[in-house]
């Protein structure tokens, strides 16, 4: 199976950290992945030679796109958008923040795209975000309905009509950027997917992308976690940040931390909160009924 990472970096290297570890993780549950890193072309991958290392340990591809743009942010929106015009067969978008904790091979997803409703929120709950809302007024887009994806982890099967999907996508995005309304690429990718008619969308089951700083009882059974980078200064409860502290402070990846998790599947630090509760939600998951 092929996946797919975005990364665009200047003088900041945690998100190619965060890249490394989460590839890591991968190699690990499959063994015989085809790992994809699609950089800008401003990001120079040299001036961390340490990082670097680690990367070619992992044996994956590293693929460059122009976007135009000095502005880290913006250049990895464009090269998300236009992924399905890189990558020609089926893939997963990992975010950076992710740890896919299984091979994701799997026959049973049969559609165009694969994602998971945003936050892991139930219909009921469902509203979107007050930002997101001013953005769509003020571009005069309308609100998205319910579901809202998560953008984070895609499960992409390329062909025309996802070529196009994304492009719209890409469209409406460049046109909030030159209206200097930073939206993110979720929004107009959710607004292109619901004015599709041609487009076979799969909500995908919420462990495909358990977002457990919202959903942390999701960890017990995640296929993929999804620990949100914004969330990383406030928090510091999870493996991600011992790792990332890891390499931070001492230079060295820590692969018993990484082990350790691929055999207890328990995303949060020992001694937290979350730690504690991680198996009693693990036990009360067995008898949960899916969404």
Excluded at 9 to 22: A, E, G, H, K, Q
Excluded at 95 to 108: A, C, I, Q
Excluded at 171 to 183: G, K, M, S, Y
Excluded at 255 to 267: H, V
Aim: aromatic share 8%.
């Amino acid at each position: 199976m092929r996946y797919v990472y975005v990364l665009s970096i200047r003088d900041d290297n945690t998100f190619l950290v965060m890249t490394i570890i989460s590839a890591t993780v991968l190699r690990k549950n499959d063994p015989d992945a085809e790992i994809m890193v699609v950089v800008d072309e401003n990001t120079d991958l040299e001036q961390f030679p340490e990082e670097l290392a680690l990367l070619n340990r992992i044996m994956l591809s590293i693929h460059v796109i122009v976007t135009g743009y000095i502005d880290s942010v913006l250049s990895s929106r464009f090269i998300k958008l236009s992924l399905p015009n890189v990558v020609n067969d089926s893939f997963w978008y990992l975010d950076s923040d992710t740890l896919p904790l299984v091979s994701l091979n799997v026959p049973d997803i049969e559609c165009d795209i694969g994602l998971v409703r945003d936050l892991n929120m139930a219909e009921h709950s469902y509203g979107l975000g007050s930002s997101r809302v001013l953005d769509c007024e003020l571009m005069n887009w309308p609100i998205p309905k319910y579901p809202y994806y998560n953008s984070g982890v895609i499960f992409v099967n390329v062909n025309r009509s996802v070529i196009d999907l994304f492009g719209q996508a890409k469209t409406l995005w460049l046109a909030a950027v030159e209206n200097e309304i930073r939206c993110g690429d979720q929004l107009p990718l959710n607004i292109a997917i619901q004015r599709a008619s041609d487009i076979r969308v799969q909500l995908l089951d919420d462990s495909y992308n358990a977002q457990i700083r919202v959903a942390p009882k999701l960890a017990s059974t995640a296929k993929i976690i999804h620990i949100f980078s914004g969330s990383l200064a406030k928090h510091n409860d999870t493996v991600l940040h011992a790792l990332i502290g890891g390499w931070r402070d001492e230079r060295v990846l820590k692969y018993d931390i990484i082990d350790r998790l691929m055999k207890t599947r328990n995303p949060w630090l020992r001694g937290t909160k979350q730690s504690r509760l991680f198996p009693i939600r693990k036990l009360l998951s067995l008898f949960r009924a899916p969404f």
